[in-house]
C-alpha cells in the first residue's frame, strides 16, 4: 500500500531534550516536506527536500532541522525542543516539486501530535 | 494582507444545499492552485488542482482567476461526508516547494 509513515504519532517531551520525528515513504517520492498546524493559524510549512541531500527552509524552519539521506526518509530533528514548538507535524511527499506546475498528488502522513513540556 | 486568505467559517448548510468557498492570494506570480480537504484530526487529502480554464470533478468545481488573485471552490448537492475543513493552497512563482496554505474554511453539512 502505498503511504507515508510517520513515528511517533503521540509524543510527550521536556525542553531540552532531543527528539526525532521519522518520515518515510514507499512510493520512490522525489519531494518531500514538513508541515506543523496549530490551532488559528493553519498549516505552516518548517522544511522541504526535492530530493536526496537537497533540502530547504520553509515559512518557520527556526528550532528545526532535517536531513535527506535516503530518498524514502525524511526526519525532523528538534534539537532542544521547547514548548513553543508543541503542534501537530505532518510530513508530505510527492513525485514532483508542486511549484514546477505539477498536478502530482502531494500525499500527507497521519500526523505526529507533540508536546513540549 | 495575508499570503492565502480564506473565510473560516464556520458554514453551516443543509444537505442537498450548494455551497461556496473563496480564497484570495496575495502573490500574484503564484504558479499553481489546489483544494485540500482535512476531516478533523486527520491529514489534509488533495481535493482538486485548480487550472486557469475551471475544472469540475463531479459535484466540485474550482476556479482561477488570476486577474483578481482569487481562487473559488463550489459544492453542489452537499452531503453529509462533505462535512470537513477545506484549504485553499497556492506555490509561489520561483518557489518550486514551497506551499503556502490558507488556515482553511469549516464546513458542516447537517440533515
Known amino acids: 500500500e502505498a503511504q507515508v509513515t510517520q513515528n511517533p504519532r503521540y509524543l510527550i517531551t521536556v525542553t531540552g531534550k532531543k527528539l526525532t520525528v521519522t518520515c518515510s515513504q514507499n512510493?520512490?517520492?522525489?519531494?518531500m516536506s514538513w508541515y506543523r498546524q496549530d490551532p488559528g493559524l493553519g498549516l505552516r510549512q518548517i522544511y522541504y527536500?526535492?530530493?536526496?541531500?537537497?533540502?530547504d527552509k520553509g515559512d518557520v524552519p527556526e528550532g528545526y532541522k532535517v536531513s535527506r539521506k535516503e530518498k524514502r526518509n525524511f526526519p525532523l530533528i528538534l534539537e532542544s525542543p521547547s514548548p513553543n514548538q508543541t503542534s501537530l507535524y505532518f510530513c508530505?511527499?510527492?513525485?514532483?516539486?508542486?511549484?514546477?506546475?505539477?498536478?502530482?498528488?502531494?500525499?500527507f502522513g497521519p500526523g505526529t501530535r507533540l508536546t513540549v513540556l | 494582507r495575508k499570503e492565502v486568505e480564506q473565510d473560516p467559517g464556520p458554514f453551516n448548510v443543509p444537505e442537498g444545499a450548494t455551497v461556496a468557498f473563496n480564497c484570495t492570494y496575495s502573490?500574484?506570480?503564484?504558479?499553481?492552485f489546489f483544494w485540500y480537504r482535512q476531516d478533523c484530526r486527520k491529514e489534509p487529502k488533495l481535493l482538486m488542482s485548480?487550472?486557469?480554464s475551471g475544472n469540475e470533478d463531479g459535484r466540485f468545481t474550482a476556479q482561477l482567476n488570476r486577474a483578481s488573485q482569487y481562487i473559488s471552490l463550489l459544492i453542489r448537492d452537499s452531503k453529509l461526508s462533505d462535512s470537513a475543513t477545506y484549504l485553499c493552497?497556492?506555490?509561489?512563482?520561483?518557489?518550486?516547494?514551497?506551499?503556502?496554505f490558507g488556515k482553511g474554511t469549516k464546513l458542516s453539512v447537517k440533515p
Open positions: 508530505a511527499s510527492s513525485y514532483t516539486p508542486r511549484g514546477a506546475g505539477s498536478t502530482d498528488t502531494q500525499y
Open positions: 512510493m520512490n517520492h522525489e519531494y
Open positions: 502573490n500574484s506570480a503564484s504558479q499553481s
Open positions: 493552497v497556492v506555490s509561489p512563482r520561483g518557489s518550486q516547494g514551497n506551499l503556502i
Open positions: 485548480v487550472y486557469s
Open positions: 527536500s526535492m530530493n536526496v541531500e537537497v533540502t
